[in-house]
Structures are given as structure tokens and as C-alpha cells.
């Protein structure tokens, strides 16, 4: 789930960066004028024990495979979403760093993916609305399952859209959503069945952490409106340049309007839509195309960025040997300062 | 199980390599972190069938290892580590993207292939880079340059006391699990409903300890930041090194290397 850099392009990962660091300022401010300072030491801890509770597997019944919490939901249960989301995005710094967990251009979008949506979507609209009072029992497992599942799928649906919007994989948008989709539902569902057996055990021996952490928080409705202007800001920045990119691209926008005409019932919807949306749909439309399309004998309908495979091969073979050159050279540079280095 | 240990170990040797004492180490943090962030955007930037014009840009991790006196054959390792997860969804290319894109003699390269090949490079790149900043610098010495740079405070402490805990909580983690092992004959013992207590153990003694680290904060005076030795300052070096490096990656950039001297060569040899 963890996205790299490799597949980014620096507009979406840029973008997503901005709503990652928007959101991070927003919640350093709520933690700070909210919380006690009591909770500063509890949140760094908090943060350190989801890696070593990552480090604990279970066995998956009838599958053979294993898995490990991802603590993100569980995270939002005991900390509330603001502070949750702070130690989240921590979390992810460090894996980004350490593990090479992701990339740090990719940092934004995981944030995102992996914070935002269990800290600001699936609790408070699902979890927070339907687990009331000291409920406990199979309600509460049901209501904390479907918290995961939604947190994850629209992270892993955000994951999707991220990288097809970035366009350096070539998967078309409709096979990448099957393939990530099932997956992260069998996985939020085991995440859902586990952080609520935690939090089950955590109640039995501690009521107080569980309940507290519930009565601490404001119990106003939660505030719709900063997570609404967010997630227009975050659509109106993808959008914008990725509409940027794709009437940069005659080819995408050609395709796309013969597309678009030979499937006359797809236009009605999406007819009046925003520009950026449509354009949006057009750069994402073009990429099932590349399977059907036969090689023409005009120019090659590749991006409109592959400098590299509109010219000839001779070039080609000239920009391959230097590759390899050039390489050498480096490493070579490389190896000479560390002798220096070592001998000096 | 050995898999655990083996990660944690990597884990302090990163934290280990950070306090060397080379000029690279002793740079202000800011640079190194500016230095990589531009890395990583140029390198992402190029187009999806780019290959050759982004071998030049190994010249910066390459430099930095040698500099820094990293070890180059842990880094290598730990980025082998990493591949097969880009390669997943890269290797996907070939299967959608058959275009041919150019011929080598008889060869037909399709474009699906061309943009593999860029997808292994970006992230040999980026994710190596990664690792140098972290193993040059030091995640302390990254949050101090992240606070200078203006990320909010409540997130920089948050970082730093995550970064303190991560040692001492792993190794609880690595205890029960090796005890849980040894207690556990094939898989049995090891399914959610020994997990729950296990994890939920493991929370309720991290809870205590948050409890007892807030008392010994007060206890000195505990204001809600944190205090640093060591003193950094923006000097020349790191005006030079920060500008030095994001010019040659502007002109790596703008100018093709690879293809300029493959030219040369390929001509010298006709």
C-alpha cells in the first residue's frame, strides 16, 4: 500500500505533498491547543508501539498466510483524529526513511492514503456514528470491520487514482482497480477483526483508556467543513495539472473525443461536468486504449513526453551506450573518493 | 522471526553510519535534506520512457557514499530489499505497453519495456538517495532541518519522540515474539486470539510508560520542545554544496549526458 516514488510524477506527488502538509499544520495546531501536554508523551509512544506490534504476525485462518496490524483505525480509537493523524504521518516518515517504505516525493500520497481517510473518513462517519456508548459485542465488531474496510479501500482507491494520474505505470485504470480493490477489502477486514479484538482487550483490562480518550473529545459534530475544503483543494490540484498535462498531449485529447463519440452514452454524463474532471476522464480513458491499438504507420501514439521513443534507433543505441558509459563514470567517482577518503 | 531481528538490526546500523564524523556528516541538515528533495523531483520529473539521461544522475549518491565513508555494499543490499515491490506493478508495463519503442539490430524493444527499465532506475534513484540523506544525517538531524524549514513543532517533537521509543519497544516486540516461539509448536498460538492479548499487553505497558516519561518530563521542566547539542549553522559549505548539487541536476536535466557520449563514441568508433 505503500506508494514509491518510482511511479510518481512530481505534479501529483507535489500536490499530495501540499495536502499532506496542509493537513499536518491543520492537526499540529488542534494538538496543541486541544490536548494536555500529558498526550505528547503518550502520542510519540503510541507511534513506536505500532512498529512493534508490526513486528508481531498472526495467522490468518484458512489461508496459510500470515498478517500484522496496521493501527491506523486503532490509532483514531485511542487517540482521537487529530493526534492520531500526527503520529500516523510520523509513522510513515520513519518507515519512508528506514525501510525505504515508500518514497519521500511518494510521502505526501501515503500520508494521505494511509492517514486522512482511517483518521478523518472512517472514524468519525462511520466509527463515531455507530458505535454508541459502551456497546461492545458483535455490534462494535461489525461497526469497527467496516470502519477498516472503508478506510482502506479508499486508500488503496486513492493509491489507484494517484498513480494512474501520474501515468509512468502503463496499467489501465480499470485493471489497476480490480487488482488493489478485493485485496485491501480481505485485508481490512482482518485489520477491522483485529483492532477490534485490541481494543476489546484493552477495554476488559483498562476501561478508563478506552473510555476517557472517548469522553476528552469534543463531543460537537465533527467538523465537516476543513475536510471538505481539503479534499477540494486536493482535487482542484490534481485536476488542474493533470488537465495541464493532457491538453499538453494532442494525442490523449484525440483519442479520448474519438473515444468519447464512438460511445455516445458515455457522453451525456459526462458532458457537463467541471473541465479539469473531464480532461481528468480523458487522460485516464486513453490508457485501455494502448492494448487494442494496432501499430500505426504514422507517428507513434506514446506519450507526448517519450523524447526517447519518437526518435531513431540509431540514437537509441547512442543513448544506451552512453547510459552505460555514464554509469561507470559515476561509480567510478565514486570508488575514486573512497579510496582518497579512506587512504587520507 | 530471524527476518525480525535482521530488520531491526539494519535499523540501528542506518541509526549508526549517522554519526560519523566525514564533512558530509558535519553539514547542516537543511542542505543534505534540500539537496535530495530536489534529487527526487528532477529525477521523477523525467518522462515515462526516459532511461539514458537518468545514468548520470548515480553521480550524486555515488559521490555522497564515497564522501560520507558509507558502506556501499549495505546500502546495495538494503535496496535489493526494496525492488521487488516497484518491480510488482512495473513489471505490468510490458503486458499493456507493447508499442515498439526502438530496435536494436534485429531486437524490438516495446515501450512497456523501456518504461520498466526507467521505473528500475527512478527507484534505484530515489530510494537510494533516501537512504544516503538518512544515513549522512540522522533522523534527529532531519527533524531539526524539517523544524528550520518550518514544519509545525507539535510534529517535529512528535517525530523525535516516536524516533527515541522505536528502539525500546521494538525490542519488547522482539522478546514476546521470540517467546511466544518458543512456546508455540508449529503455528498453533499463533492466530488472533493469542495476538489480541499478546498486542493488548504490549499497549497497556507502553500506555504506563507514556505515563511515567510525562511525570520525569515534568520532573526537568518539560515545555513542550526540545532541546539540541549540537549547534548547526548555514554556512558557505552548505550555500556550495546545496547550489553546487542542484545545478548539476538542472543541467543533468536539461542536457542528455548519456546521449552526448554515447555520440561521441559511436562516431569514434565509424
Known amino acids: 500500500m505503500h506508494m514509491a516514488d518510482a511511479l510518481l510524477s512530481p505534479a501529483v506527488g507535489g500536490a499530495m505533498w501540499g495536502a499532506a502538509a496542509g493537513a499536518i499544520a ?97 472514524y468519525p462517519l462511520i466509527y463515531r456514528r455507530l458505535v454508541v456508548g459502551r456497546s461492545g459485542g458483535g455490534r462494535e465488531v461489525a461497526v469497527t470491520i467496516a470502519a477498516a474496510v472503508a478506510g482502506l479501500l479508499l486508500g488503496a482507491l486513492g493509491v489507484v487514482l494517484e498513480t494512474v494520474g501520474s501515468g509512468v505505470s502503463a496499467l489501465p485504470l480499470s485493471t489497476f482497480v480490480l487488482m488493489m480493490l478485493p485485496i485491501h477489502l480481505a485485508i481490512g477486514v482482518v485489520e477491522g477483526v483485529v483492532t477490534a479484538a485490541v481494543v476489546s482487550f484493552v477495554r476488559k483490562a483498562r476501561p478508563e483508556i478506552v473510555e476517557s480518550v472517548r469522553e476528552t473529545r469534543p ?15 486536493a482535487a482542484l490540484l490534481v485536476g488542474g495539472l493533470l488537465s495541464r498535462f493532457a491538453s499538453g498531449n494532442p494525442d490523449g485529447l484525440e483519442w479520448s473525443i474519438a473515444r468519447v463519440t464512438g460511445k455516445g452514452e458515455l457522453t451525456a454524463p459526462t458532458g457537463g461536468l467541471h473541465g479539469a474532471v473531464s480532461s481528468l476522464q480523458g487522460k485516464l480513458a486513453l490508457f485501455p486504449d494502448y492494448r487494442f491499438k494496432q501499430p500505426p504507420a504514422g507517428p507513434k501514439p506514446g506519450d507526448a513526453r517519450s523524447g526517447e521513443a519518437e526518435r ?23 570508488f575514486v573518493l573512497k579510496r582518497r577518503n579512506t587512504s587520507g | 522471526m530471524a527476518k525480525i531481528e535482521t530488520t531491526f538490526l539494519d535499523f540501528t546500523y542506518l541509526d549508526l553510519l549517522a554519526e560519523g564524523e566525514t564533512a558530509v556528516h558535519r553539514l547542516d541538515p537543511r542542505a543534505k535534506v534540500l539537496a535530495t528533495a530536489v534529487f527526487i523531483v528532477v529525477v521523477v520529473s523525467f518522462g515515462r520512457y526516459a532511461v539514458a539521461p537518468l545514468v548520470p544522475f548515480f553521480l550524486f549518491p555515488a559521490v555522497v557514499v564515497a564522501r560520507g565513508n558509507l558502506p556501499a555494499g549495505f546500502l546495495a543490499r538494503k535496496l535489493l530489499f526494496v525492488l521487488p515491490f516497484v518491480l510488482l506493478v512495473g513489471i505490468l508495463n510490458p ?12 531486437l524490438a524493444i516495446s515501450g512497456g519495456w523501456v518504461s520498466f527499465f526507467s521505473i528500475v532506475l527512478r527507484s534505484i534513484l530515489t530510494v537510494g538517495s533516501a537512504l544516503v540523506l538518512i544515513a549522512t544525517t540522522g533522523f534527529t538531524g532531519i527533524c531539526l532541518a524539517l523544524e528550520r524549514l518550518g514544519v509545525p513543532q507539535p510534529f517535529v517533537v512528535q517525530l523525535l519522540f516516536l524516533y527515541r521509543y522505536i528502539f525500546v519497544l521494538t525490542e519488547e516486540a522482539v522478546r514476546t515474539v521470540r517467546a511466544r516461539e518458543l512456546r508455540s509448536c508449529g503455528r498453533r498460538g499463533k492466530g488472533v486470539g493469542a495476538f489480541a492479548p499478546l498486542v493488548g499487553t504490549l499497549l497497556l505497558r507502553t500506555w504506563d510508560r507514556a505515563e511515567r516519561i510525562h511525570l520525569a518530563m515534568l520532573c526537568r521542566g518539560f515545555r513542550g520542545e526540545f532541546h539540541v547539542r549540537r549547534a548547526y549553522r548555514f554556512g558557505t559549505a552548505e550555500t556550495l554544496f546545496t547550489l553546487g548539487w542542484v545545478g548539476v541536476f538542472i543541467l543533468f536535466r536539461l542536457v542528455n549526458v548519456s546521449a552526448i557520449l554515447g555520440g561521441w563514441i559511436t562516431e569514434m568508433l565509424q
Open chain 1, 26 to 122: 491543520y492537526c499540529s495546531r488542534k494538538v496543541r491547543s486541544d490536548l494536555d501536554n500529558r498526550r505528547v508523551p503518550l502520542m510519540g509512544v503510541l507511534g513506536a508501539f505500532v512498529f512493534a506490534a508490526q513486528m508481531i504476525n498472526f495467522s490468518i485462518p484458512g489461508t496459510g498466510s500470515s498478517g500484522h496490524l496496521g493501527g491506523g483505525l486503532l490509532l483514531t480509537i485511542l487517540l482521537g483524529p487529530h493526534a492520531a493523524f500526527l503520529v500516523i504521518a510520523s509513522v510513515l516518515v520513519v518507515q519512508a526513511l528506514f525501510f525505504a517504505d515508500g518514497g519521500l516525493l511518494a510521502l505526501g500520497c501515503n500520508i494521505f492514503n494511509l492517514g486522512f481517510f482511517p483518521a478523518f473518513v472512517a
Open chain 1, 219 to 233: 463531543l460537537a459534530p465533527f467538523p465537516m467543513r476543513p475536510v471538505l475544503a481539503l479534499f477540494f483543494v
Open chain 1, 312 to 334: 531513431g534507433s540509431g540514437t537509441s543505441v547512442a543513448g544506451m551506450v552512453g547510459g552505460v558509459l555514464t554509469l561507470l563514470t559515476a561509480l567510478l567517482i565514486g
Open chain 2, 95 to 106: 503486458l499493456f505497453d507493447r508499442e515498439t519503442a526502438l530496435t536494436l539490430g534485429p
